[in-house]
């Protein structure tokens, strides 16, 4: 096998979810595919490192050169709601169902020590400065994936706001009822919409 061929079913191999004998099946078709496309994945891969950047506000994605993305700065978004997520994949699946049109904030994980993730690591001091710039009452509700480190985070959050004295500012709600599959992303729209329909304050 050439070693230019070998190298990329390495490369695509190394992807998620991705076994050995579809990343060969994915080099071969991109081996015979026409060239001008094999330019255009080239560049697209590159320009999600190079174009791609955070909305300042949330840490959703926006075009590099926008500091707020367009949730953000949207005039008919409900101010007065913001879904904190862990991850980017819980935020396009709440969003992609079309139920709801509130702000959000991505902390970009959970609080996991044993897999080397800590408070400093996730976007928790915008959150807080969120709900202290507010001219009103916030809810936040924690959609977040139903596990070990959802306790911990959650309970973080539920001290700091007190710690900080802000619990007449913002009333804090969860998913109504574990999903069935654990987790936001690969959850149906009817029960993502239920869980969010039917949230409990904590």
């Given at each position: ?142 959609a977040m994936n139903p596990n070990i480190e959802w306790e911990a985070t959650i309970t973080y959050i539920k001290e700091e706001i ?36 039917e949230r409990r304050e904590l």
């Amino acid at each position: 096998m050439p070693e230019a061929l070998r190298k990329l079913i390495q490369s695509i191999w190394y992807l998620p979810w991705i076994w050995e004998n579809r990343a060969t099946k994915l080099a071969f078709f991109l081996l015979n595919s026409n060239k001008n496309f094999i330019e255009h994945l080239s560049n697209d891969i590159q320009n999600i490192k190079n174009k791609v950047g955070y909305c300042e506000n949330c840490f959703w994605l926006t075009d590099i050169n926008q500091k707020i993305c367009s949730i953000c700065r949207s005039k008919t978004r409900d101010s007065k709601t913001i879904a904190v997520v862990e991850e980017y994949l819980d935020f396009l699946t709440i969003e992609q169902s079309g139920w709801y049109k509130w702000l959000y904030h991505v902390l970009g994980g959970a609080i996991s020590p044993i897999n080397g993730v800590f408070i400093w690591d996730l976007h928790f001091e915008p959150l807080f400065n969120r709900i202290i710039d507010a001219n009103q009452n916030i809810e936040l509700i924690l959609a977040m994936n139903p596990n070990i480190e959802w306790e911990a985070t959650i309970t973080y959050i539920k001290e700091e706001i007190k710690k900080r004295k802000l619990e007449h500012k913002v009333t804090i709600t969860r998913l109504s009822r574990w999903l069935s599959s654990g987790y936001i992303e690969y959850a149906d729209n009817v029960t993502l919409m239920n869980a969010l329909k039917e949230r409990r304050e904590l």
